[in-house]
């Protein structure tokens, strides 16, 4: 362990500045603009009900759990996997942790940064007044208009990447704080102003109605896991940024009502954003369906009839834009952390080369929304699945089925693997690591224990239903069914089109509960646990 008090990056000066710079990362362009869309995609109230369900049973748990890795090892998380695992005497297979939260960071800023983007476009927009009385067509045409021009989009994404490498190469302290300070507060207020405006002139029931009535047909085996996905995205959790940051808090610090604010905070916001956006989805006859520009057509089509529009039009977009970069630099920070102790090299150049290599992957989003649109990965065809396939191509090949063709873009794959599958997968081992791999006595006396009934509650949910739930959803949401999603049942022959997966998902099910069932036994047969050890 390196030193157990004081990281060598910096130590926040008091656990406010934690709660304010892990609030930070959390809330995002995750609650603004991708918690609308998913939750218009995936049809409303029955989701957001999934999606509360992941942050209570399985968000909190592993927040918990990656602070208190995080505090418990005190340097970037692929050090601080190293340092816990031979604390522990466990497996080195546990590294992977470190590893592969270090490359989702990567993955997910490179698009992060390019969406980002968008919102600093947008300020420029709406203080120009480009949206004053405008109708849904202008609206629309502004958004399309944007993704159609892939040199715009990249002078965008290079200004945001440069903005967030220029915090993270000034230090945590320095850095961090001062920029999340103040934006916070004020990114709440405004959303407020918003959700009146929109109580006013939108159709606020209709918004309610949809994000709260949970009807769960509409709800496939996808969708669940998508919800789960989110909460981790949301809540900044499985790839190590929460744990980079848990390692600047100072130790007297209890994490679980630190914890609890932060999911609290995260999850107001992401739903006081539905509250802003919804209504005004619903009254101009606008798709909740509508993908990644519902907050980019609704708003300024808001904006630009509300008094003062221009404006606060223009201050919401600014707002956006620093909840984004204060997200951004927690998805760079453990990667930073780590080359600075692995290189013994100036935070500059550390900084400097990692957001090279970000910036350049987010060129591969910039094209998904032009150039490159029409290449799609994992396309469902009639005829099954294809791996590559160009979308042209397919709606030639299928004239009668072009609606249900689907597939993902470039962007739409990142933003899959990274949030359905790498950051789960990465809370999963936490969860076992946690709660098998370290030694009970250690995980006891770093939470600080006040209330030993909350400690049990949260130690018996962290090693049984965050892993067991996760587990599951994965099995269901990744190989398709029809139980869950009538889509693929042959209306008239009653068929299910997928009866093949049947099988590998049984399989994958009996792996996963017997691999889990033989970690528990192994662990039973360790020594007796106490703090007397
Ligand atoms: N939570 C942020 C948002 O909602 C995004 C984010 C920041 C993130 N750091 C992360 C997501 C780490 C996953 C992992 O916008």
Known sequence: MANNNQSVHGIWRNRWIFILAATGSAVGLG???????????????????????????????????????????????INTMISLISEAKAGPAWKAIGWMGALAGFLILSFYSVIAGWALSYVLKLA?????????????????????????????????????????????????????QVLMPLLFVLLLVLIGYAAKNGNFAEAVHFMFDADFSKLSAESVLVALGHAFFTLSLGMGAIMAYGAYMPRQASIGTTVFAIAGLDTLVALLAGLAIFPIVFANGLEPSAGPGLLFVSLPLAFGNMAGGQFFGALFFILVTFAAWSSAISLIEPATAWAVERFKTSRVKATIGIAFIIWFLGIGTVFSFNDWSDYVFFAKTPDGIEL???????????????????????????????????????GLLIALFVGFGMKYHHVYNEMQVKTPLFFNIWYVVLRFITPIAIGIVFIQGLLPECSFDSELLDA?????????????????????AIVYVGIIVKSLKKPARGLAE
């Not at 021009?149 to 704080?177: Q, Y």
């Open 128 to 180: 120009a007044g480009t949206f004053v009385g405008a109708d849904q067509a202008l609206a629309g045409d502004q958004f399309s208009d944007m993704l159609g021009d892939p040199s715009g989009l990249m002078m965008w994404h290079t200004i945001f990447m440069v903005l967030t490498a220029g915090v993270i190469m000034r230090g945590v302290n320095k850095g961090i704080e001062s920029a999340i």
């Open 492 to 512: 008239d022959s009653g068929v299910c089109s997928n009866a093949p997966y049947l099988q590998p998902r049984l399989i994958g099910g009996v792996i996963i």
């Open 388 to 426: 590559f396939a160009v979308m042209s191509e397919l709606k030639a090949m299928y004239p009668t089925a072009v609606d249900t063709l689907k597939g993902l873009t470039f962007f739409d794959l990142l933003d899959f693997i990274t949030a359905n599958i790498m950051l789960p997968l990465g």
């Open 31 to 77: 609650n603004i603009w991708k918690f609308p869309y998913i939750t218009g995609e995936h049809g409303g109230g029955a989701f957001v009900l999934m999606y509360l369900a992941c942050i209570a049973l399985v968000g909190i748990p592993v927040m918990v759990a990656e602070v208190a890795m995080g505090r418990r090892g005190r340097q970037s998380p």
